[in-house]
């Protein structure tokens, strides 16, 4: 039976290399609610909260960075993922109106209160 070259090459693509994940294999107990209190409240004491500057806008990864230790949402702040804390953000964009911004090299995003763009 003679196949026609484009079978073999529409195979091709079906092909992937099989890649390892790292996850984990149990499960974390986070107090979601706690989460988004904690990063409310962390959100509103950030330094690029300063009303006088309209144009200044608080850092996720700043917030991630300087993130209380002293956080009840979890039993240690290992249990705390940057996931978790962008999910409980976009909760909280859409409860206290804040606008969330990316920037050019997608390293980071910036959240700005309402009023403020």
Known sequence: MLVPFWFSFCLSHFQVSRIEVQYDMTSKQVDVQTLKETLWDHIQQS???AFQDPEEMVSFKHLLASFPVDCKAAATIDEISPHLCFICL???ANEHGLHILGCPNMDDLGI???GQR
């Open 112 to 114: 700005l209160f309402p």
């Open 90 to 92: 976009l909760h909280l």
């Open 47 to 49: 330094p690029g909260t």
